[in-house]
């Protein structure tokens, strides 16, 4: 079965929020996308991700959440972690962290995705065990029948996330990286079946600091002095990936960087015009 999964980066705060609910729908009919996969650690004020956001976004209609090194900042998640079965703590973490390591998700058409979370270590705040490791040690635990596998890898370093791509290619379906909030434009799918992007970019206000208000920022840096990094709110764009994949192996056959401008009600002409697809695909090789 060839299927259509939507991977979307890094959602910052509610002008993230925004505009995920503004196109998400839109993006899924147009695509025919059979699951929705959400990077939310940055959906709750810019830092982590609350009991009443994770139900707007499986109301807008996320399928899969991960989460990074904020999994844990807002208390009230806590519950959904243990408890839910379509959101997942990065795996290298401690073992007694609360959280799923993977989670499955059966598409209406029934095939099978599974979604993995690991940080990488270089220049993050919090010790870690090696993801190289730990990806090992998950990938074992997956029935071996559901061949469908997507991992994100949220880390600060390009060549950490580059050499798990690599380390990871024929054994997932894509390795994706989030964190850093600028889309790279090396998507591509590894001699084994793996497509791979570097970072999916960010789901919030680019007129910004990484989704932060510049002048906050700004002052920061110049005085190193504390400022509270408000969200920004201009030019909002939805970031991300639009995978094509062969579930009877997990190839990846096709990789398309997504980025949509705006909102459908405010920008329509931003929509209209907005025909800068990238697109990778096997068989263009």
Not at 5 to 11: E, K, N, R, S, Y
Not at 87 to 99: D, F, K
Not at 166 to 191: N, R
Request: hydrophobic share 35%.
């Amino acid at each position: 079965m060839i299927i259509k999964v939507l991977c979307v980066g890094d959602i910052v705060g509610r002008p993230g929020r925004q505009v995920l609910s503004d196109h998400l729908v839109h993006l899924v009919k147009e695509h025919a996308i059979d699951c929705v996969i959400v990077n939310a650690e940055n959906s709750a004020g810019g830092s982590g991700i609350t009991a009443s956001i994770y139900d707007k976004l499986i109301k807008y209609g996320v399928h899969l959440i991960t989460m990074g090194d904020h999994v844990y900042r807002k208390r009230d998640i806590f519950d959904i972690m243990n408890q839910s079965d379509n959101i997942v703590r990065p795996i290298n973490l401690s073992h007694q962290a609360m959280g799923r390591e993977y989670a499955i998700y059966t598409t209406g058409r029934g095939a099978q995705v599974a979604v993995i979370s690991v940080l990488g270590r270089m220049h993050m705040p919090i010790p870690t065990e090696n993801p190289f490791h730990a990806m090992e040690r998950v990938l074992r635990q997956i029935p071996p029948d559901i061949k469908t596998i997507i991992v994100d890898v949220h880390a600060e370093v390009t060549s950490e996330k580059i050499a798990l791509g690599w380390f990871l290619d024929g054994k997932v379906s894509c390795v994706y990286g989030t964190h850093t909030h600028v889309q790279t434009a090396d998507e591509t799918i590894l001699p084994k079946g793996t497509g791979y992007i570097t970072d999916l970019g960010m789901t919030g206000p680019h007129e910004s600091v990484l989704g932060r208000d510049t002048d906050r920022v700004i002052k920061s840096l110049m005085t190193q002095m504390p400022y509270v990094y408000s969200i920004a709110t201009g030019d909002l764009r939805l970031n991300g990936i639009l995978l094509t994949i062969d579930t009877e192996n997990g190839n990846t056959l096709d990789i398309e960087r997504i980025s949509k401008r705006g909102t459908l009600s405010d920008n329509q002409a931003y929509d209209a015009s907005d025909k800068s697809k990238h697109t990778f695909s096997k068989n263009k090789q």
